[in-house]
């Protein structure tokens, strides 16, 4: 038999990985697993597209856990995968915070997680070095290295949005420093409001930041997809980059790797305001289609991602799958000090189109793209929202 398994935003060589743990499948099963990835954005489309019209999943589907996984939960598009883990012994593979995003009043219905994930600042340390600047301790700090660089005739922020969501993370930052670390959650749980100043303040901050130039002219036409951001790094025409790990750097320019210094993004002044961390404790969770006609079969295939081939075959790619041993089997610096900055955060924050039901995340993306692009103004894209917000929710 065949099961089908999607994936999203996996590189060439994490998908050599899933083609290693598919054979390895095969050789003990009979059975062929046909793995398949493409780009992060449409993939999510394509299951919102499929959930919605109710049409059949792929047997073994990959997505970010969160609000989207929910919505798949409560419209029957994926089974309760509880059972298969505790009768498999799996129910502690990972660390606790990954089975946790995996589940849903009690039950488990994804598993999984190619690598824990956090958005710190990279930056060009040869260039801070040559310019005289430190790693900011604060949101003023930042604007007197991004004003410095910008005298010089150097983008301050390396910024591909033509996807969307990485320009929300500048914004989703600034909503957390500026605003709080509860402005968020309360908002999403209707004990708040996108209305809320606080998301204003951090809105005019980020169109502050447009006009001042620390972003790449047309930055919302450029495209991460094809490393448009990372070809500004690599030519030093931009300085800092936000994102969730530097691997893809480290596959793909090695020379230039060693220039990288990481740190958090910084503090508010004063120091109010959150000191969250965006990111996620696994990432990349796999959940078993309804319609899948032998969930056994991709149950099994499954148990696979817990292998030696596939934990070892990521670590060595630079990720960390949420598991202990892989945690402690990091040696590359940039990475010890990303796992550190996780480790010392107040919080994890969830990114926003994972925290948020489907509509709501969707909505999120394309009003920080619009606000970046001055198409609209803070205060239009936060009625958006506590629209959209209502809408969902009701109230």
């Known amino acids: 038999m065949t099961i089908e398994v999607a994936c999203a935003a996996f590189n060439e060589q994490q998908q050599a ?7 390895e499948y095969h050789d003990a099963t009979g059975n062929t697993a046909e793995v398949s990835s493409m780009d992060s954005t449409p993939y999510k489309d394509k299951l919102k597209i499929l959930v919605a019209a109710g049409d059949a999943l792929p047997d073994v589907f990959m997505h970010w856990a969160g609000g989207p996984m929910i919505s798949y939960i409560e419209a029957g598009a994926c089974i309760d995968l509880t059972d298969y883990i505790k009768n498999s012994g799996l129910e502690d593979f990972y660390i606790p915070s990954t089975n946790q995003i995996c589940s849903y009043n009690g039950r488990q219905y994804a598993f999984g997680g190619v690598t824990m994930g956090a958005e710190p600042m990279y930056y060009n340390a040869e260039m801070f070095e040559k310019y005289g600047l430190e790693e900011p301790k604060t949101i003023s700090d930042l604007e ?56 204003t303040v951090a809105g005019n901050k980020l169109v502050e930041w447009v006009n001042k130039g620390y972003f790449p002219d047309g930055c919302n036409g450029l495209n991460h997809s094809n490393n448009e951001d990372l070809q500004l790094l690599y030519t030093e025409q931009a300085c800092i980059w936000l994102y969730p790990g530097a691997v893809k750097i480290k596959n793909d320019n090695p020379e230039f790797y060693t220039k990288l210094g990481v740190c958090p993004f910084p503090a508010a002044d004063g120091g109010e305001g959150g000191k969250s961390v965006l990111g996620s404790p696994g990432s990349n969770f796999f959940s078993i289609s309804s319609n899948c006609a032998h969930p056994d079969a991709a149950w099994e295939f499954l148990t696979y991602l817990t292998s030696d081939t596939f934990i070892d075959g990521m670590i060595e790619l630079g990720n960390t799958p949420p598991v202990q041993r892989a945690i402690d089997a990091q040696e590359d610096p940039l990475t010890r000090e990303l796992l550190d900055i996780m480790s010392g955060a107040d919080n994890i924050q969830l990114y926003w189109d994972q925290y948020l039901p489907p509509a709501l995340g969707e909505a999120h993306k394309t009003t920080v793209q619009q606000l970046i692009g001055l198409e609209k103004t803070p205060e239009e894209i936060n009625k958006i929202m506590e629209d959209a917000a209502v809408e969902e929710y009701g109230k």
């Open 17 to 23: 990985v899933m083609a290693a743990i598919a054979q």
């Open 144 to 199: 007197a290295i991004c004003d410095t660089l910008v005298e010089n005739d150097i983008i301050p922020f390396a910024l591909a949005n033509a996807g969307k969501w990485t320009g929300t993370i500048y914004y989703m930052y600034l909503v957390d420093r500026l605003g709080g670390p509860n402005l968020l959650p309360d908002a999403a749980a209707r004990t708040g409001s996108f209305l809320d100043e606080g998301f």
